[in-house]
């Protein structure tokens, strides 16, 4: 972080102090049995985040989210699935 984004440790402290006050930790149990369309199985835990959750939105650029399953499974589930200047855009409008 610090070299990718020129931060400061406590800079970097205080996004993840920030992060914790805003975000809602979700147990993830991948022993679910849940059965989903996906091309790496090294996704599935996202999705049953997702799920667990009650997510209306993955963000992601990896491409084993846009396909046509995962996009009719992600729509019945009532989630969004879009990159970083989809979002962006949506959170701006």
């Known amino acids: 972080m610090q070299a990718l984004f020129g931060l400061s440790e406590e800079q970097i402290y205080e996004y993840v102090q ?3 006050s805003v975000c809602v930790i979700v147990p993830c ?3 679910t049995g849940r059965n ?3 091309r790496d199985a090294a996704d599935a835990p996202v999705l049953e985040a997702a ?3 009650e997510a209306e939105i993955i963000c992601t ?3 084993d ?3 046509a399953d995962i996009g009719e499974f992600c729509a019945v589930a009532r989630i969004a699935v879009l990159d970083d200047v989809t979002l962006i855009d949506r959170l701006r409008s």
Do not use: A, E, V
């Open 18 to 20: 920030f992060l914790k």
């Open 29 to 31: 149990n991948p022993g």
């Open 36 to 38: 989903f369309p996906i």
């Open 51 to 53: 799920l667990t959750g």
């Open 61 to 63: 650029l990896d491409s």
């Open 65 to 67: 989210f846009y396909t």
